[in-house]
């Protein structure tokens, strides 16, 4: 029987030093866990001469993939280096030489992971992947495993910490997007080139992930309706929370009649229901299913710790499988007949701001236009006039319309002499 599972990490950052540090200082506990040592066989990096948070021998460290891939003693190769090139081609390399694979990758998981779960199944490997939404929250393994018995219908989430903590401070300390940018930089909650998290990127990826495993369908990445959320106004915060709401970029997918709707955006969330009150870098994962209801979870989505907490255990239910000489478990089969529909099909409530000139007859324009489009307006708020500049601002919600007549009536009201200024737009979710 196999004694030492050998493990070859690529990449020694942030995860890869929590998942070193794991390793090493739980060694006792994964090896009872495990039902054998986990042994931690060699250290891909790019820059030997870095300082680490976890020091690893020094004769573990190499700048060479082939030291990890081509020696025997590595059964599972833990890719968490992150970007696709060259993760992918070193998480292909390793599978064609079968090696087991544990990633944290969501670029990877987003665009390749169907196939790279095929090509594991070929060959008879494991490709694990916990750790690739919501870092240290379960949620891959509820997917593959503990709700398989549902038909899930839904997914409303919070995949994104550092947004979710540029928000929380936008509507708590009143300020503007670019000053909550900047407390979460010198948090290190944002990256210098915070691009991929408050363009909704990193959630569109997390939310292609989960959709492809809750819907049993090839949801890729750019299946996904995607917008940041720069465009928030401190003054939206303010309306939202007059009007009994909230503001998340939320990642929402739902399945209807074989067809899936996916789209990350920034979203008017009701004070009342769960996902409004998942503050600061928490994340969290709602999914309805027909079975179980509505089930919520919630956690840290990121950091060294909870990160390395899902990796080790992917890696840990493999040495399980290979030290029991178990066949891993047959990985999704997705249907062919799933289709995704675009955008424009949606149909959501809307609150729109437009900055108009103040003056009698302006509304009834406004909500002539919206009505010759099928667009209800539920409730009209006058804001902030500024009588010398005879300008309002008006604030509405609409009834559920479709996103196709409200791109189009963006567009006409833009042209509208009274209209100087269309504010935001913010889609409104709602929970029965
Ligand atoms: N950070 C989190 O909390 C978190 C949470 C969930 C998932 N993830 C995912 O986990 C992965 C790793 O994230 P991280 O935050 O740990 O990243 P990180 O701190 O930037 O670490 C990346 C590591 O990979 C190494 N590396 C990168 N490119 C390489 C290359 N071409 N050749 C050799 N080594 C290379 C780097 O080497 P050097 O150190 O020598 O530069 C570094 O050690 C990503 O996929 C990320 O999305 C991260």
Not at 79 to 100: C, F, N, R
Not at 122 to 129: A, L, R, S, T, Y
Not at 303 to 327: H, K, Q
Not at 377 to 396: F, G, L, P
């Amino acid at each position: 029987m196999k004694t030492s599972v050998g493990i070859g990490l690529l990449g020694l950052g942030v995860v890869g030093g929590g998942v070193a540090r794991t390793l090493v200082e739980r060694a006792d506990h994964v090896r009872q866990l495990a039902g054998c040592k986990l042994s931690l066989e060699g250290v891909l990096v790019r820059d030997p001469s870095r300082p680490r948070s976890f020091d690893v021998p020094s004769s573990l460290v190499t700048t060479r993939v082939e030291d990890i891939l081509d020696n025997p003693a590595v059964d599972v190769v833990v890719e968490v280096m992150g970007g696709q090139t060259p993760a992918l081609d070193y998480i292909v390399k390793a599978i064609s030489l079968d090696k087991h694979i544990v990633t944290a990758n969501k670029e990877v998981m987003a665009k390749q992971g169907p196939d790279l779960l095929t090509l594991a199944r070929k060959k008879g490997v494991q490709v694990m992947f916990e750790a690739s939404v919501a870092g240290g929250t379960p949620i891959i393994g509820p997917l593959l495993r503990d709700l398989v018995s549902n038909e899930i219908s839904s997914i409303h989430a919070i995949i994104n910490g550092t947004t979710n903590y540029i928000l929380t401070q936008m509507v708590h300390q009143g300020v503007g997007f670019d000053d909550a940018l900047r407390a979460a930089q010198e948090l290190g909650y944002a990256e210098s080139d915070p691009t991929n998290d408050v363009e909704g990127i990193d959630a569109a990826y997390k939310l292609a992930i989960l959709s492809t495993l809750a819907f049993r369908a090839r949801i890729k990445d750019s299946d996904v309706y995607r917008e940041g959320i720069t465009r928030l106004d401190a003054r939206d915060f303010l309306y939202a929370r007059e009007l009994g709401y909230t503001i998340k970029l939320l990642a929402i997918a739902n399945m209807r009649d074989g067809v899936v709707e996916a789209h990350v955006h920034p979203a008017f969330v009701p004070s009342d229901v769960m996902l409004a009150k998942v503050e600061g870098v928490l994340n969290a994962v709602e999914v309805e299913a027909d079975m179980v209801g509505r089930v919520l979870f919630t956690g840290p989505g990121a950091g060294a710790e909870p990160t390395a907490s899902a990796v080790v255990a992917d890696a840990i239910g493999i040495a399980r499988n290979i030290v029991g000489n178990v066949t891993p478990p047959t990985p999704l089969r997705l249907s062919e007949n799933v289709r995704v529909s675009p955008m424009s099909d949606l149909e959501t409530k809307y609150y729109l701001r437009l900055n108009v000139d103040d003056r009698p007859g302006v509304f009834a324009r406004i909500a002539k236009l919206l009505g010759d489009l099928d667009i209800s307006i539920a409730s009209v708020i006058q804001k902030e006039t500024d009588e010398a500049a005879q300008r309002a601002e008006i604030v509405m919600m609409t009834h559920r319309a479709r996103e196709a007549a409200m791109t189009n009536a963006l567009g006409l009201l833009s042209e509208l002499d009274v209209v100087n200024d269309v504010g935001n737009l913010v889609r409104v979710e709602e929970w029965e």
